[in-house]
């Protein structure tokens, strides 16, 4: 047991990874230009109103729905914030993290086909060339 206090010496920080802030942000856009195509095709009027919870649903009405806010949109932008973030702060996502967005935008391409899903391959390779890089050039502790 220690009777004496240390002093809390912060630990240095290290330099903002600009892959890792760039894949964060290129997903932030990709949720906004996503939202800007849908929203003026969403019927915001029928959905307040309930429509979406009964069986006279159109498939158009529900198809929109899961383009907004249903689906992708919101969870893309809130992990390219925490991305964004994380390379603010020195940090690096793990590479299977840029691995399985590239393998989820390729099984959505698979399906429907060119979309706009091409457009997470530049998230997906920032992650994976941060995550490469970084295991051949390690920071050394001086």
Do not use: K
């Not at 996503?34 to 959905?47: E, I, K, N, R």
């Not at 929109?64 to 806010?69: G, Y």
């Amino acid at each position: 047991m220690r009777t004496t206090s240390e002093a809390h010496v912060p630990a240095l920080s290290a330099p903002p990874s600009r892959r890792t802030i760039w894949a964060g942000r290129t997903m932030i856009l990709i949720a906004l230009l996503h939202t800007a195509v849908f929203v003026p095709l969403a019927p915001w009027a029928s959905w307040l109103a309930g429509d979406l919870r009964g069986p006279a649903a159109d498939s158009a009405s529900v198809a929109t729905f899961w383009a907004l806010p249903g689906g992708f949109v919101v969870v893309l932008a809130l992990l390219g914030l925490l991305v964004a973030r994380a390379g603010r702060q020195g940090q690096r996502m793990p590479a299977y993290v840029g691995w399985v967005i590239l393998a989820w935008g390729a099984m959505a391409v698979s399906l429907i086909g060119p979309s706009g899903f091409l457009f997470i391959v530049v998230p997906a390779g920032l992650l994976i060339a941060a995550d490469i890089t970084a295991r051949r050039h390690p920071r050394t502790s001086s």
